[in-house]
């Protein structure tokens, strides 16, 4: 018994053994590795961040900027350093360096750089000069004409439309053929080929903002066949009425006509012969500014005179127009 006492008190007093545990790598998945996944972690945030704003920073970059960082990057260094001619000089860079060449190592050296030497090229734009009215009038001219040689609507009837420059303006002429009037005989309602040919060129004429005046006329055959008073002035002004409304429907701005009047026969191409075809007409007149200036100015008249080009005649209806200063003198 006192023994076994004698054990368990020398068992008390021996220290506790102590036991190491080694592992074998890769065997304690549990464990903690500290904070190295944190720094992988962060990398891979950083090149996503990096990689984004790359994409959108592509996105947002034109094509021609594109085009010179592409020349830049693509341009050797030796070439830039070196000023090799045959690479650098064809590969413009649209990224432009400046201040002092750091290629040169001489102290004090006060050289420019290329941008500080070579002046800016020059934003003046020259001006642009407006067409004059008579040239307006001769685009016009060559747009009508090309119109009527490439529309087939157009060209089946082009020997019925005459187009000219004349003192007034520019004058579109559209005359009857022996067996195709463009209206019956006594009346003001327009055959469907006529009705084509004023709405296809109505629009061409809104390409200047001179004013129009149409005009009806008759031949020298004289109309009895309405009722008492009527006559070829009502006929003609009511043809002119009738070829305002299909130039209006092809797209001509209703507020550049200045005139539409019926002339009857008192202006015929022929005089020669009572039933000419001919004199029956349709006549649209792009006034020139002359001949604008001196509808105002003498109360409708629309004829300049004749023996005066337009381009003098200019001058002297806008003289015409100053207001009167000072006193008469008695001649």
């Known amino acids: 018994m006192s023994e076994r006492k004698s054990r368990a008190s020398r068992e008390e007093q021996a220290p ?3 036991i190491v545990r080694r592992s074998r790598r890769g065997e304690d998945h549990g464990g903690h590795h500290g904070g190295a996944w944190k720094i992988a972690y962060a990398d891979f945030v950083t090149a996503m961040m990096a990689f984004f704003l790359l994409m959108w920073l592509l996105g947002s970059t034109s094509k021609y900027d594109k085009q010179g960082i592409e020349d830049y990057f693509n341009t050797p260094l030796s070439s830039l350093l070196g000023g090799n001619e045959g690479t650098a000089a064809a590969r413009p860079s649209v990224v432009q360096g400046g201040g002092r060449d750091i290629s040169d190592t001489r102290p004090g050296d006060g050289r420019k750089s290329q941008t500080e030497t070579q002046p800016a090229p020059s934003a003046t734009v020259a001006p642009t000069v407006a067409p004059s009215d008579a040239a307006r009038l001769e685009q016009l001219k060559a747009k009508l004409t090309t119109l009527i040689e490439q529309s087939p609507a157009l060209k089946a009837f082009k020997d019925q439309i005459r187009i000219s420059i004349t003192n007034e303006g520019l004058r579109i002429e559209i005359v009857d053929s022996q067996n195709r009037p463009m209206f019956p005989s006594g009346s003001s309602k327009l055959q469907p ?4 040919i004023l709405t296809q060129i109505g629009a061409a004429l809104n390409d200047v903002d001179n004013r129009i005046s149409i005009a009806g006329h008759t031949d020298a055959v004289p109309y009895t066949a309405g009722p008492e008073g009527y006559s070829n002035w009502e006929l003609s002004s009511e043809r002119a009425n009738a070829a305002r409304r299909s130039l209006v429907a092809g797209g001509m701005h209703g507020e550049k006509l200045l005139q539409v009047r019926g002339l009857a026969d008192v202006l015929p191409l022929n005089s020669n012969v009572a039933d000419e075809p001919t004199n029956r007409r349709i006549s ?10 001196a509808f105002f100015h003498d109360g409708g008249r629309t004829t300049i005179d004749e023996a005066v080009p337009a381009s003098s005649a200019i001058p002297a209806v806008v003289e015409r127009l100053k207001p009167v200063t000072g006193s008469h003198s008695t001649p």
């Open 193 to 196: 080929y006529a009705v084509t």
């Open 284 to 293: 649209i007149l792009v006034l020139n500014k002359a001949a604008e200036l």
């Open 16 to 18: 506790a053994p102590v």
